[in-house]
């Protein structure tokens, strides 16, 4: 099979790993009403349940569609608070969340600078763009207290969760 695009590798990533807690963040969360900024801890500490914290790639890209596609028809909603994290703005988030349904039950955060990937140790640079960094795509399922309770992050572009292994974790 001849695909339309190359497989591209990743490398090696510093990233948390389950048992570590996750980096600390404040950025615009953005919903299908509004955004604001939202600190994570705050974020994790107010819901019931676990945090799914989805790295994608920028809205309106293939991976970022499919990816979010993927997590609505599967409901993650229902078993847990569900909020992504691109480098796209809040304007294009608010045009994904439109486009692709996720109303209400979910959110994104906005990255431009990448700085929550850095920080994540999984910024990766994108091929054939000087100077645009992004996340590589990753699920982190933290707890009230952003312990990570499991972890995957992408060893090559386009790489896609284990959705299956995800909702083992929320079960």
């Known amino acids: 099979m001849e695909l339309d695009f190359d497989v591209v590798d ?4 510093d990233h948390p790993e389950e048992g570590d807690q996750a980096p600390e963040f404040t950025r615009p969360l953005v919903n299908d009403e509004y955004w604001e900024d939202v600190a994570l801890s705050d974020l994790v500490e107010r819901e019931d349940g676990p945090t ?3 790295f994608h790639p920028m809205d309106g890209a293939f991976p ?3 990816v979010w596609k993927e997590i609505v028809d599967r409901e993650w909603h229902d078993d847990a608070t569900v909020v992504g994290l691109s480098i796209s703005t809040p304007y294009a988030h608010k045009d994904l969340i439109e486009k692709r349904g996720l109303g209400d039950d979910y959110a994104l955060y906005s ?8 920080e994540y140790g999984i910024a990766h640079e994108l091929d054939g763009m000087a100077g645009v960094v992004e996340p590589r795509p990753a699920v982190f399922v933290l707890d009230s207290e952003r312990t990570v309770e499991y972890a995957w992050v992408a060893t090559e572009w386009p790489d896609f969760p284990d959705y299956d292994d995800v909702e083992a974790q929320l079960a």
Do not use: H
């Open 10 to 13: 990743l490398g090696p990533a």
């Open 52 to 54: 799914v914290l989805v």
């Open 64 to 66: 970022a569609t499919y």
């Open 111 to 118: 990255d431009p600078a990448a700085d929550v990937a850095e």
